[in-house]
């Protein structure tokens, strides 16, 4: 029998396996959600980064730190998880982020275009998350939740109006790829959440919030495309 190797893995079975892969990933710029089903060497290859530095960070003891292991707590949990962590951080930086653009493209947009182009990207970022999360939290996440709770109690489960639960999934994942499309064209034009030579604190300070605000996604992204929905998905078949 084939041994699979750690480096012929796809990024999401290893984000999945190992706690602290997506801490790694992120630090290293590995897409393991939207792009999760490239093997870690290819992975390495579009990231620009040594495969070797990198088995030898998801072998480290610390890689394998205690951490909540969502692929077995129950959905309710995770999805409460989702909600008030990510759910939660991402209406606030919608909101938030915005305010610190409109700031820095009055003082910055004549000699910094690019801010201009960054700042239309997040809007449209923004009013896609705000009606995405809405359709997760009012349809998609309650059935979910008493899927789970039919299940468990043998109870026949309540056909939704979606047909099934693959349908509404399929329409997330393809809005989380067209976040991440635009979270590109943010760190491209932004050349990496770099400030300039010329940057004010605030432009200083928009930049940091949106590379933040990048990992928060990814994290998010992973939890619902990598496990919540694969988990639902199961549970109703």
């Not at 394998?64 to 995770?78: E, G, H, S, V």
């Not at 989702?82 to 009055?106: G, N």
Request: aromatic share 6%.
């Amino acid at each position: 029998m084939t041994t699979i190797t750690t480096e012929n893995k796809t990024v999401r079975e290893l984000a999945l396996e190992i706690p602290a892969a997506t801490r790694i990933f992120e630090r290293l710029h590995i897409d393991y959600c939207c792009g999760g089903n490239r093997s870690l060497t290819d992975a390495c290859r579009a990231a620009g980064v040594p495969l070797d530095s990198v088995l030898s960070a998801l072998e480290s003891p610390n890689a394998a730190a205690a951490a909540r292991d969502w692929a077995t707590a129950p959905l309710a949990d995770l999805i409460g998880h989702i909600q008030s962590t990510h759910h939660a951080y991402t209406r606030d930086a919608i909101s938030r982020i915005p305010l610190l653009l409109d700031k820095v493209c009055s003082k910055h947009g004549e000699n910094h275009p690019e801010v201009q182009q960054i700042r239309a990207h997040f809007a449209d970022l923004g009013q896609e998350l705000a009606t995405h999360m809405m359709k997760e939290e009012m349809v998609l996440f309650p059935y979910m939740v008493r899927l789970e709770e039919a299940v468990l109690s043998g109870d026949p489960v309540i056909p939704p109006p979606f047909g099934t639960v693959a349908n509404p999934v399929r329409m997330m994942v393809h809005e989380h790829d067209s976040a991440g499309d635009l979270l590109r064209e943010i760190r491209a034009a932004s050349n990496g959440f770099t400030a300039p030579a010329d940057a004010c604190m605030t432009f200083q300070t928009v930049y940091a919030a949106l590379a933040e605000f990048e990992a928060d996604l990814h994290q998010h992204i992973h939890l619902e495309n990598n496990i919540l929905f694969p988990r639902a998905i199961a549970l109703e078949n």
